[in-house]
């Protein structure tokens, strides 16, 4: 199974094609906010185009957005897909994902929350920084920006869950950040 995970898109068209030519086909995107408004702190992104970034988005089949501090009323009217928030909740097979902008609560909130959930993974947004963490048994990600980052790169993030060769009972799970300018794996958060 390969999830595929972008964040803060902030209407880029440009950088929203880029991200997903590094993030390939995959059995379901994760999209933690910030969809097609770039918001008032931020300049506009290179490729700022909310109309051609939604067509993108409306003909995709396995996408799930959670709401971003961005987001208004107008932006569900156009995208064919809900908005959920602050939580969006997926089940795949026998692992649970909590996907939340990350701008409603402190930190340790949504986590708590996320935990109370049930929640094996929780992927979060909002700071345009990359992240990989884990508490107790969650693990927590954040793939960073895919259009105005913070923290030197424009990235998305994958994560491939599949059965461990030598053990039935087992599985892998493989989380790799991308960055989408070079298609290059990033080593170092």
Known sequence: MKIGILSDTHGSSLYFDKAMDVLGECDLYLHAGDILYHGPRNDLPEGYNPKALTESLNDMDS????????????????????????????QLDEFRLVVNHGYVGAKDEIIANAKNMGADFLILGHTHVK??????????????????????????????????????????????????????????L
């Open 63 to 90: 996408i799930i957005f959670a709401k971003g501090n961005c987001e208004a009323d107008v932006d569900q009217m156009v995208l064919n897909h809900p908005i959920q928030g602050p939580y969006a909740l997926v």
């Open 131 to 188: 992240e990989l963490s884990f508490d107790d048994t969650l693990i927590i990600i954040n793939p960073g920006s895919t259009s105005i980052p913070k923290d030197g790169s424009r990235s998305v993030a994958i994560v491939e869950i599949n059965p461990d060769e030598d053990n039935d009972h087992e599985l892998n799970i493989d989380i790799n950040f991308y960055d989408i300018d070079t298609g290059e794996i990033i080593e170092e």
